[in-house]
């Protein structure tokens, strides 16, 4: 397995390098990335390369099984779980809103609603609720955990927490995005089961959306 973490954290120090180095040269990111296609193609284009990165380190492997393609031991467990991930995160956002703002800082979730641009903004809800969190899942719960597990269940929920917050490139919105990143490891190592954290990630990004638009 050696080679194979070797791959994956080489990916997650580029990610993160490119992420940090973005936010910090470029500024505040416009407000209307969420009504422009380039921004969900680019996107796709960036995941569809993550995808083709993780099939190669998992090479030779038992997909299925290493990365958690099973039904969850209890979906009454994993959705208690999930709440209690969400409560943590919402307790830490707010906390982080005292001093930042995370939202502002990512610059994903718009701030107002322009119905004359509904067509790339349904391409990039697409790409935020559904591309997205397959592929992050499939990277960090699924490969990331599957590879540090053997260093036991805590370190490879914190190590996938933290490598989960760095590749988002943000500072101020880091300790929000790590903890969930956490959650989900947690909700991965107690169901065996990458399908809650899938279904978790989409609805939690689902709801930002609809939270930045109503507000």
Not at 51 to 80: C, E, M, Q, V, Y
């Amino acid at each position: 397995m050696n080679w194979r973490l070797a791959g994956w954290t080489t990916l997650i120090v580029l990610m993160s390098a490119v992420a940090y180095a973005s936010q910090l040269s470029s500024g505040s990111p416009p407000n209307d990335v969420a009504y422009r296609w380039s921004t969900s193609i680019l996107g796709l284009i960036q995941y569809g390369l993550i995808l083709g990165i993780l099939f190669l380190i998992t090479l030779g492997l038992d997909r299925r099984s290493f990365l958690a393609f099973r039904r969850p031991t209890s979906w009454k467990r994993a959705a208690g779980i999930a709440a209690l991930v969400l409560i943590a995160v919402l307790v830490v956002g707010g906390i982080v809103d005292q001093f930042a703002n995370p939202e502002k800082e990512q610059g994903l979730i718009p701030q107002h609603w322009d119905s004359s641009k509904i067509a790339p903004f349904i391409g990039f809800t697409f790409v935020v609720v559904v591309v997205a969190p397959i592929v992050e899942e499939l990277q960090f719960r699924g490969v990331g955990y599957g590879l540090l597990e053997r260093f036991g269940p805590t370190v490879a929920i914190l190590l996938v927490g933290i490598a989960f917050g760095l590749v988002h490139g943000l500072i101020a919105g880091f300790p929000v995005i790590a903890v969930f990143g956490c959650g989900l490891a947690y909700l991965r190592s107690r169901t065996n089961s990458i399908y809650p954290c899938m279904l978790l990630h989409a609805s939690f990004n689902a709801f930002g959306l609809i939270v930045g638009i109503a507000s």
